[in-house]
């Protein structure tokens, strides 16, 4: 029983640890970064846990936790999620690097623009490579939009190829990523785009083409 209460102590200061990169993540753009950070400061928790040491589990916390902080500035772009194994669905969680695969683990050359059609970026077009194209206010996107731009967030969304197929993915920006007839991307969840179609964000006046 003292095990077991220690278990949750432990983990429970490990979430409060964890808290702090996870809502860095989420202010930065990063937010599955973030998330793992608060998944690995509990895990720190508990190992103290189980081998009967507070110091232990609270240092190993504060130590993962510093490391995701660090994380979540330094990397350009955030951690994607798979959430399947090839099948089409989406169900949750495999870490991979973005890539452009035929389904086979074989890549394959995939061509598509995205032309800006309204707003500060409009005429702009942007080609789509093997490494997408990341849409927002900070000087790592590829699609940068000026700093008073309203609405947009610092990464807003995503444009990535997953098994050959171009997907948009909302970054879990603050006004939202909606595809043109209006419907609003759930925060990481890839949807696949195809020539013709066109999505905003925020509003109508930041609107895309795809081509």
């Known amino acids: 029983m003292i095990i077991i209460l220690g278990i949750i102590w432990l983990g429970a200061i490990g979430a409060v640890i964890g808290l702090f990169p996870m809502l860095l993540g989420r202010y930065l ?63 949750g969680g495999h870490i991979f690097p973005t890539m452009m695969s035929n ?56 444009i990535r190829m997953e098994q050959g197929h171009p997907v948009l993915v909302d970054l879990n920006s603050t006004y939202g990523t909606f595809l043109g007839n209006g419907r609003q991307l759930p925060p990481n969840n890839p949807v696949q785009i195809t020539p013709g179609s066109s999505f905003y964000l925020a509003n109508t006046g930041y609107l895309f083409q795809v081509q």
Request: overall charge positive; proline content about 4%; charged content about 15%.
């Open 103 to 158: 389904g086979y683990n074989n890549p394959i050359n995939v061509s598509i623009n995205i032309t800006c059609m309204s707003g500060p970026l409009r005429g702009r077009i942007y080609h789509v490579g093997a490494a997408g194209l990341m849409f927002g206010r900070d000087n790592d996107c590829s699609v940068r939009f000026p700093n008073e731009s309203p609405g947009i967030s610092r990464h807003h969304c995503c």
């Open 29 to 91: 753009g990063k937010p599955n970064t973030g998330m793992l950070g608060l998944i690995c400061s509990v895990i720190g928790g508990v190992f103290g846990a189980l081998f009967d040491g507070d110091i232990i589990g609270i240092s190993v916390s504060a130590v993962v936790s510093v490391g995701f902080i660090i994380a979540v500035f330094v990397l350009r772009q955030d951690i994607q999620i798979r959430r399947d194994m090839g099948t089409g669905s989406y169900g």
